[in-house]
Protein backbone atom coordinates (compact mmCIF):
# COMPACT_ATOMS: atom_id res chain seq x y z
CA UNK A 1 0.00 0.00 0.00
CA UNK A 2 1.12 3.63 -0.74
CA UNK A 3 1.30 5.75 2.22
CA UNK A 4 2.80 9.35 2.75
CA UNK A 5 4.72 10.66 5.85
CA UNK A 6 4.89 14.51 6.79
CA UNK A 7 6.59 14.04 9.83
CA UNK A 8 5.79 17.95 11.11
CA UNK A 9 2.59 19.02 12.29
CA UNK A 10 3.64 22.44 12.19
CA UNK A 11 6.39 24.67 10.91
CA UNK A 12 7.42 27.92 12.28
CA UNK A 13 9.78 30.21 10.20
CA UNK A 14 10.06 34.13 10.43
CA UNK A 15 9.43 36.11 7.30
CA UNK A 16 12.17 36.25 4.85
CA UNK A 17 14.05 33.11 5.61
CA UNK A 18 13.94 30.04 3.86
CA UNK A 19 11.51 27.36 4.73
CA UNK A 20 10.76 23.63 4.13
CA UNK A 21 8.18 21.30 4.76
CA UNK A 22 9.14 17.59 4.95
CA UNK A 23 7.98 15.09 3.08
CA UNK A 24 8.56 11.24 2.48
CA UNK A 25 6.88 8.39 0.84
CA UNK A 26 6.24 4.99 0.36
CA UNK A 27 5.16 3.02 -3.00
CA UNK A 28 5.88 0.22 -4.91
CA UNK A 29 6.51 1.74 -8.59
CA UNK A 30 7.65 5.01 -9.91
CA UNK A 31 5.76 7.65 -7.90
CA UNK A 32 3.99 11.08 -9.13
CA UNK A 33 4.35 13.41 -6.16
CA UNK A 34 2.11 16.63 -5.60
CA UNK A 35 1.96 19.19 -3.21
CA UNK A 36 -1.17 21.07 -2.41
CA UNK A 37 -1.94 23.92 -0.26
CA UNK A 38 -5.26 25.05 1.51
CA UNK A 39 -5.30 28.47 3.23
CA UNK A 40 -8.24 29.09 5.80
CA UNK A 41 -11.70 28.22 4.46
CA UNK A 42 -10.81 27.32 1.50
CA UNK A 43 -10.14 24.50 -0.45
CA UNK A 44 -7.15 22.71 -1.87
CA UNK A 45 -4.84 24.59 -4.56
CA UNK A 46 -2.42 22.22 -6.79
CA UNK A 47 1.46 24.13 -5.94
CA UNK A 48 3.46 21.44 -7.90
CA UNK A 49 4.28 18.48 -9.14
CA UNK A 50 6.98 15.64 -9.98
CA UNK A 51 6.51 13.52 -12.70
CA UNK A 52 10.19 12.60 -14.57
CA UNK A 53 13.04 14.18 -15.50
CA UNK A 54 14.61 16.81 -13.90
CA UNK A 55 14.62 16.69 -9.60
CA UNK A 56 14.02 20.06 -9.09
CA UNK A 57 10.53 21.19 -9.89
CA UNK A 58 9.58 24.58 -9.93
CA UNK A 59 5.54 25.80 -8.86
CA UNK A 60 3.10 28.36 -8.17
CA UNK A 61 4.12 31.00 -5.48
CA UNK A 62 7.90 30.57 -5.84
CA UNK A 63 7.67 27.12 -4.12
CA UNK A 64 9.54 24.18 -5.21
CA UNK A 65 10.51 21.03 -4.37
CA UNK A 66 12.92 18.68 -4.93
CA UNK A 67 12.46 14.62 -5.79
CA UNK A 68 14.80 12.37 -4.15
CA UNK A 69 14.65 9.18 -5.14
CA UNK A 70 17.02 7.08 -2.81
CA UNK A 71 15.59 8.79 0.52
CA UNK A 72 12.20 8.72 -0.86
CA UNK A 73 11.35 11.92 -0.07
CA UNK A 74 9.48 15.32 -1.61
CA UNK A 75 10.44 18.20 0.60
CA UNK A 76 9.08 21.96 -0.29
CA UNK A 77 10.67 24.81 -0.32
CA UNK A 78 11.12 27.94 -0.59
CA UNK A 79 14.01 30.75 -0.38
CA UNK A 80 12.12 33.44 1.45
CA UNK A 81 8.75 33.10 3.55
CA UNK A 82 5.73 35.68 2.89
CA UNK A 83 3.42 35.90 5.84
CA UNK A 84 0.85 35.02 3.24
CA UNK A 85 2.23 31.72 2.59
CA UNK A 86 0.85 30.64 6.13
CA UNK A 87 -1.18 27.93 5.35
CA UNK A 88 -1.89 24.16 5.76
CA UNK A 89 0.29 21.93 2.94
CA UNK A 90 -0.30 18.47 2.10
CA UNK A 91 1.91 16.25 0.08
CA UNK A 92 0.44 13.75 -2.15
CA UNK A 93 1.31 10.56 -4.01
CA UNK A 94 0.13 8.06 -6.69
CA UNK A 95 2.10 5.47 -8.47
CA UNK A 96 2.13 4.79 -12.09
CA UNK A 97 0.69 1.24 -13.41
CA UNK A 98 -1.02 -0.07 -10.47
CA UNK A 99 -4.72 0.22 -12.07
CA UNK A 100 -5.79 2.27 -9.71
CA UNK A 101 -4.84 5.89 -9.36
CA UNK A 102 -5.45 6.41 -6.03
CA UNK A 103 -3.90 10.01 -4.90
CA UNK A 104 -2.84 9.00 -1.31
CA UNK A 105 -2.06 12.65 1.03
CA UNK A 106 -0.44 12.87 4.10
CA UNK A 107 -2.02 14.39 7.45
CA UNK A 108 -0.54 17.99 6.36
CA UNK A 109 1.94 20.29 7.88
CA UNK A 110 0.82 23.85 9.36
CA UNK A 111 3.16 26.40 8.43
CA UNK A 112 3.42 29.56 10.29
CA UNK A 113 5.26 32.57 8.93
CA UNK A 114 6.12 35.06 11.55
CA UNK A 115 6.00 38.43 10.64
CA UNK B 1 -18.49 26.11 -14.93
CA UNK B 2 -14.67 27.02 -14.52
CA UNK B 3 -14.02 24.60 -10.95
CA UNK B 4 -15.53 21.67 -9.65
CA UNK B 5 -18.47 22.87 -7.42
CA UNK B 6 -20.05 21.19 -4.81
CA UNK B 7 -23.07 21.14 -3.50
CA UNK B 8 -24.92 21.87 -0.65
CA UNK B 9 -22.23 23.51 0.62
CA UNK B 10 -23.42 23.11 4.48
CA UNK B 11 -25.28 20.10 5.98
CA UNK B 12 -27.15 19.35 9.16
CA UNK B 13 -28.83 16.19 9.15
CA UNK B 14 -30.08 13.90 11.88
CA UNK B 15 -28.79 10.59 13.28
CA UNK B 16 -30.26 8.15 10.70
CA UNK B 17 -30.98 9.67 7.94
CA UNK B 18 -29.98 9.36 4.72
CA UNK B 19 -27.62 12.08 2.74
CA UNK B 20 -26.78 12.95 -0.70
CA UNK B 21 -23.79 14.91 -1.73
CA UNK B 22 -23.27 16.33 -5.22
CA UNK B 23 -20.29 16.79 -7.15
CA UNK B 24 -19.68 18.63 -10.65
CA UNK B 25 -16.68 18.15 -11.94
CA UNK B 26 -14.49 20.17 -14.44
CA UNK B 27 -16.02 19.52 -18.15
CA UNK B 28 -13.85 16.60 -19.67
CA UNK B 29 -12.27 15.54 -16.74
CA UNK B 30 -12.48 12.21 -16.73
CA UNK B 31 -11.05 11.14 -13.32
CA UNK B 32 -13.46 11.73 -10.32
CA UNK B 33 -11.95 11.44 -6.41
CA UNK B 34 -14.23 11.59 -3.06
CA UNK B 35 -12.35 12.12 0.09
CA UNK B 36 -13.32 12.74 3.51
CA UNK B 37 -11.36 15.47 5.46
CA UNK B 38 -12.02 15.83 9.52
CA UNK B 39 -10.92 18.35 11.87
CA UNK B 40 -7.64 18.52 12.21
CA UNK B 41 -7.18 15.61 10.31
CA UNK B 42 -5.49 15.09 6.55
CA UNK B 43 -6.99 14.05 3.60
CA UNK B 44 -9.19 10.39 3.72
CA UNK B 45 -9.53 8.54 0.21
CA UNK B 46 -12.65 7.29 0.01
CA UNK B 47 -13.71 6.22 -3.99
CA UNK B 48 -11.86 7.07 -7.50
CA UNK B 49 -13.96 7.13 -10.57
CA UNK B 50 -12.23 6.74 -14.29
CA UNK B 51 -15.35 7.43 -16.18
CA UNK B 52 -18.22 6.44 -14.94
CA UNK B 53 -16.52 3.22 -13.30
CA UNK B 54 -14.73 2.64 -9.75
CA UNK B 55 -11.53 0.85 -10.28
CA UNK B 56 -10.68 1.61 -6.59
CA UNK B 57 -13.62 1.66 -3.60
CA UNK B 58 -11.10 0.82 -0.90
CA UNK B 59 -11.48 3.78 1.30
CA UNK B 60 -15.42 3.55 1.79
CA UNK B 61 -15.39 3.13 6.02
CA UNK B 62 -18.46 1.05 5.68
CA UNK B 63 -21.57 -0.57 3.34
CA UNK B 64 -23.47 2.73 4.29
CA UNK B 65 -21.03 4.43 1.92
CA UNK B 66 -22.06 4.65 -1.50
CA UNK B 67 -21.06 6.95 -4.85
CA UNK B 68 -22.11 6.58 -8.56
CA UNK B 69 -20.99 8.67 -11.45
CA UNK B 70 -23.03 9.28 -14.54
CA UNK B 71 -22.57 10.53 -18.36
CA UNK B 72 -18.93 10.26 -16.86
CA UNK B 73 -19.73 13.53 -15.54
CA UNK B 74 -22.05 14.26 -12.20
CA UNK B 75 -21.12 11.84 -9.12
CA UNK B 76 -23.32 11.57 -6.00
CA UNK B 77 -21.72 10.59 -3.19
CA UNK B 78 -24.54 8.70 -0.70
CA UNK B 79 -24.99 7.90 3.23
CA UNK B 80 -27.06 5.87 4.81
CA UNK B 81 -28.32 5.90 8.30
CA UNK B 82 -25.73 8.65 8.92
CA UNK B 83 -23.89 8.09 12.21
CA UNK B 84 -22.46 11.37 14.41
CA UNK B 85 -18.65 10.02 13.00
CA UNK B 86 -19.69 10.37 9.43
CA UNK B 87 -19.79 14.60 10.32
CA UNK B 88 -16.47 15.72 8.45
CA UNK B 89 -16.41 17.82 5.12
CA UNK B 90 -16.35 15.52 2.07
CA UNK B 91 -14.14 17.08 -0.69
CA UNK B 92 -14.44 16.13 -4.62
CA UNK B 93 -11.77 16.71 -7.16
CA UNK B 94 -11.15 15.74 -10.95
CA UNK B 95 -8.44 15.89 -13.05
CA UNK B 96 -7.78 15.72 -16.61
CA UNK B 97 -6.54 12.24 -16.76
CA UNK B 98 -5.26 9.76 -13.24
CA UNK B 99 -2.04 9.95 -12.41
CA UNK B 100 0.15 12.45 -13.94
CA UNK B 101 -2.06 15.26 -14.07
CA UNK B 102 -3.01 17.61 -10.94
CA UNK B 103 -6.65 17.35 -9.17
CA UNK B 104 -8.56 20.22 -8.74
CA UNK B 105 -10.43 20.29 -5.51
CA UNK B 106 -13.95 21.70 -4.97
CA UNK B 107 -14.89 23.17 -1.85
CA UNK B 108 -16.14 21.13 -0.20
CA UNK B 109 -19.28 20.23 1.65
CA UNK B 110 -19.54 20.01 5.35
CA UNK B 111 -21.68 17.65 7.30
CA UNK B 112 -22.45 17.98 10.63
CA UNK B 113 -25.40 14.67 11.84
CA UNK B 114 -26.78 15.91 15.00
Known amino acids: AQSVAQPEDQVNVAEGNPLTVKCTYS??????LFWYVQYPNRGLQFLLK??????LVKGSYGFEAEFNKSQTSFHLKKPSALVSDSALYFCAVTVTGAGSYQLTFGKGTKLSVIP | GAGVSQSPSNKVTEKGKDVELRCDPISGHTALYWYRQSLGQGLEFLIY????????KSGLPSDRFSAERTGGSVSTLTIQRTQQEDSAVYLC????????????FGQGTRLTVV
Open chain 1, 27 to 32: VSGNPY
Open chain 2, 49 to 56: FQGNSAPD
Open chain 1, 50 to 55: YITGDN
Open chain 2, 93 to 104: ASSRSPGNTEAF
